[in-house]
Nanobody
Framework: QVHLVESGGGLVQAGGSLRLSCAASESIASINAMGWYRQAPGEQRELVALITSGGSTKYADSVKGRFTISRDNPKTVYLQMNSLKPEDTAVYYC?????????WGKGTLVTVSS
């Protein structure tokens, strides 16, 4: 069982920055991809950013040029969020795709005030 723990959420003013981190409880072999999703109140969960085992990245159009996904070892993935907007307010979840199975963290709340 893979356990993921997110950190770095909080309250920030519009235009500010936050860096989210997601760490697995142990080193994991065969990670196919790592990603960040978000869910705003009353909305469906949506993909924010994804990074594959090969290093390819994918971003939602709404965050391109503002957010950057990265990883520094097999256990940790980051989301650098710059130029935050009130519409970025949501619970952010990290996801690891391991041998065809999605594992999720419990989420961290990001609130952007106008």
């Amino acid at each position: 069982q893979v356990h993921l723990v997110e950190s770095g959420g909080g309250l920030v003013q519009a235009g500010g920055s936050l860096r989210l981190s997601c760490a697995a409880s142990e080193s994991i072999a065969s990670i196919n991809a790592m990603g960040w999703y978000r869910q705003a109140p009353g909305e469906q969960r949506e993909l924010v950013a994804l990074i594959t085992s090969g290093g390819s990245t994918k971003y939602a159009d709404s965050v391109k040029g503002r957010f950057t996904i990265s990883r520094d070892n097999p256990k940790t993935v980051y989301l650098q969020m710059n130029s935050l907007k009130p519409e970025d307010t949501a619970v952010y979840y990290c996801m690891f795709l391991v041998r065809g199975t999605n594992y999720w963290g419990k989420g961290t709340l990001v609130t952007v005030s106008s």
